[in-house]
């Protein structure tokens, strides 16, 4: 679950849009019966329409996968 804070009235991303993103994890200690918290610390979207056949197509490709963790003491 990603968690985004947004201005009032504000849609933080349109559904289905897809955003490359840097967050803060939160693991609970009962994994798996509840959820892994991702809170947004960066987010930005790819700009365009996620309806469009074309959507897909403008995504930028990206070689890297980065996961960094530590214990949050």
């Known amino acids: 679950m990603l968690r985004v804070c ?3 009235n504000d849609m ?4 289905n849009a ?3 993103v840097s967050a803060k994890v939160c ?4 994994i798996p ?3 892994v918290l991702l809170e947004g610390i960066c987010v930005v ?3 365009g ?10 995504i930028p ?4 996968d980065v996961l960094a963790l530590t214990n949050g003491a």
Not at 12 to 15: G, H
Not at 50 to 57: G, K
């Open 49 to 58: 329409d996620p309806a469009s056949d074309s959507y897909e197509s403008s």
């Open 27 to 30: 693991v609970p200690a009962t």
């Open 12 to 15: 933080a991303l349109p559904d």
């Open 6 to 8: 947004s201005p009032f």
């Open 18 to 20: 897809v955003a490359f």
């Open 61 to 64: 490709e990206s070689q890297e």
């Open 33 to 35: 019966r509840d959820a």
């Open 45 to 47: 979207d790819v700009p």
